[in-house]
């Protein structure tokens, strides 16, 4: 069995076309197409179902890449590991991730990157931005809060953030029920707003004081007096370490919030993705609480 006839197999399991496939391994499509037939002639079953928008698999097709989708993954990184100690790491890593996340935990995997010569462009979004970013083939890495589904993707849990409720000492909320707080809040959606009042059994509001795509500006805020937040813990612990927010004492926890390092499979041939991907994972080993 040819193993580069299954890596094309893989590829085009996970992305759902052979064209994306052929492109991502950089063969050309006639070439990857003879791939699948090769295999499916070998298997004596056919592996896709062709369609106007690309393949789905069958059932056999789902059974392979089930069995060695993760085993060619692992020699191959453990390939790209040797790869790192002979080859020239130069080139770009494109990642992504929370600009607050990305500003107070990751800087020293900045510094480590750039020390090997790698480019390492950074974006800022929130979960919508990065996937659509993945689908485009835009980025290698990104830090978010939401496990992927894309089976093109690869991840793994690295940090789990504490979030609390807080406001400013100033701010007298002794009066006012918790549905009718000024909340200071990221969207409309009111995501963790709404988890909070269900769990202390409020009424839920009926819309926030302050709306901003920032939990920076969130916690300026709040420290200002504008209103009450919900952030991570990393976020404002100096803050109320300091005496610049206080906890809202208030019965009932929010969840921890899990962040995942994900990545994009096909991109792991590259030597500079796999040292930056290990090198995420070594700087944030053992924050998983």
Same mark, same amino acid.
């Given at each position: 069995?040819?193993?580069?006839?299954?890596?094309?197999?893989?590829?085009?399991?996970?992305?759902?076309?052979?064209?994306?496939?052929?492109?991502?391994?950089?063969?050309?499509?006639?070439?990857?197409?003879?791939?699948?037939?090769?295999?499916?002639? @070998?298997?004596?079953?056919?592996?896709?179902?062709?369609?106007?928008?690309?393949?789905?698999?069958?059932?056999?097709?789902?059974?392979?890449?089930?069995?060695?989708?993760?085993?060619?993954?692992?020699?191959?990184?453990?390939? @790209?590991?040797?790869?790192?100690?002979?080859?020239?790491?130069?080139?770009?890593?494109?990642?992504?991730?929370?600009?607050?996340?990305?500003?107070?935990?990751?800087?020293?995997?900045?510094?480590?990157?750039?020390?090997?010569?790698?480019?390492?462009?950074?974006?800022?979004?929130?979960?919508?931005?990065?996937?659509?970013?993945?689908?485009?083939e835009a980025?290698?890495?990104?830090?978010t809060a939401?496990?992927?589904?894309?089976?093109?993707?690869?991840?793994?849990?690295?940090?789990?953030?504490?979030?609390?409720?807080?406001?400013?000492?100033?701010?007298?909320?002794?009066?006012?029920?918790?549905?009718?707080?000024?909340?200071?809040?990221?969207?409309?959606?009111?995501?963790? $707003?709404?988890?909070?009042?269900?769990?202390?059994?409020?009424?839920?509001?009926?819309?926030?004081?302050l709306i901003?795509?920032?939990?920076?500006?969130?916690?300026?805020?709040?420290?200002?007096?504008?209103?009450?937040?919900?952030?991570?813990?990393?976020?404002?612990?100096?803050?109320? @370490?300091?005496?610049?927010?206080?906890?809202? @004492?208030?019965?009932?926890?929010?969840?921890?919030?899990?962040?995942?390092?994900?990545?994009?499979?096909?991109?792991?041939?590259?030597?500079? $993705?796999?040292?930056?991907?290990?090198?995420?994972?070594?700087?944030?080993?053992?924050?998983?609480?």
């Open positions: 069995m040819n193993l580069h006839h299954l890596r094309t197999f893989i590829e085009v399991w996970r992305t759902g076309s052979i064209s994306r496939a052929s492109n991502n391994l950089s063969i050309t499509q006639p070439a990857a197409s003879s791939h699948i037939r090769a295999l499916e002639t @070998e298997l004596g079953h056919v592996l896709f179902r062709r369609h106007a928008r690309g393949v789905d698999p069958t059932v056999v097709a789902n059974e392979l890449a089930n069995a060695i989708g993760g085993r060619l993954d692992g020699a191959e990184a453990a390939f @790209e590991k040797l790869r790192l100690r002979s080859d020239e790491m130069g080139g770009v890593v494109h990642m992504a991730g929370p600009s607050e996340f990305m500003g107070v935990k990751m800087p020293a995997v900045a510094a480590a990157l750039t020390a090997q010569g790698i480019q390492l462009h950074v974006r800022f979004g929130g979960r919508d931005a990065i996937y659509r970013w993945f689908e485009e980025i290698e890495l990104a830090i939401s496990e992927p589904e894309d089976r093109a993707l690869g991840f793994e849990p690295v940090f789990e953030e504490q979030l609390l409720v807080v406001a400013a000492p100033s701010l007298d909320l002794s009066s006012v029920s918790q549905a009718n707080w000024p909340w200071l809040a990221y969207d409309e959606t009111l995501p963790m $707003v709404r988890t909070y009042l269900a769990g202390v059994q409020a009424a839920m509001p009926t819309h926030p004081t901003a795509g920032s939990l920076t500006f969130l916690r300026d805020a709040a420290m200002a007096g504008a209103g009450v937040a919900i952030l991570p813990d990393y976020l404002c612990k100096t803050d109320l @370490e300091e005496g610049r927010l206080v906890l809202v @004492e208030q019965a009932g926890q929010l969840p921890a919030n899990r962040i995942f390092l994900v990545w994009r499979k096909a991109a792991l041939r590259l030597p500079r $993705v796999v040292f930056a991907r290990d090198r995420c994972l070594q700087e944030l080993a053992g924050r998983v609480r």
